[in-house]
């Protein structure tokens, strides 16, 4: 007679991954802003977005309200041609362009973390199937558990006998 070989249980669950595949944005971002003027629109907002760079344009505004107030025209016209020209006129757009390519940055990066929080989402989910399909199965073990414990329970208690000595059946 052939020997039964055991067979391999079949699984609970089955996982479906998501169609999710991570990218790098700051490679794409990288890629995307290849022009001398997205360059310098960053290199500038960058260098202008900082305090020190805010204390300098303070102290360009300051000259030019003591050459006011001094009544001294040369100081007054080159701090107020500097910060009334230079500053607003030519800095504004750059620091613009600078902002919006920093946004599409950002854009990007949330685009990014939306997709990967969506995997996520559909993993966890999966997760809790998995987990209850355990569970439906350790109580159903459970239950088969609780029936043999009765059996060899019932088998242990000896045998009750009737009048006339016969073993009545067991319940």
């Not at 700051?26 to 020190?52: D, P, S, V, Y």
């Not at 809790?128 to 329970?153: G, V």
């Amino acid at each position: 007679m052939p020997r039964e070989t055991p067979t391999t249980p079949k699984p609970l669950y089955t996982h479906t991954a998501h169609p999710h595949t991570p990218r790098n944005v700051n490679a794409q971002h990288k890629a995307e802003r290849t022009g001398f003027n997205q360059r310098a629109a960053l290199l500038l907002t960058r260098a202008t977005g900082n305090m020190w760079c805010a204390y300098l344009f303070g102290g360009i505004g300051v000259g030019s309200l003591v050459g006011v107030i001094t009544n001294n025209l040369t100081l007054a016209l080159l701090f107020g041609a500097v910060s009334s020209y230079f500053l607003q006129l030519i800095f504004l757009p750059i620091i613009q362009t600078g902002s919006n390519i920093l946004s599409r940055h950002a854009e990007l990066q949330a685009d990014e973390m939306f997709a990967t929080s969506q995997h996520s989402f559909a993993d966890i989910e999966q997760i809790a199937a998995h987990l209850s399909a355990q569970d439906a199965k350790i109580l159903e073990i459970e239950a088969i558990n609780q029936r043999q414990l009765a059996l060899l329970i019932a088998l242990q208690q000896p045998q009750q006998r009737d009048a006339k000595g016969r073993f009545l059946p067991r319940r």
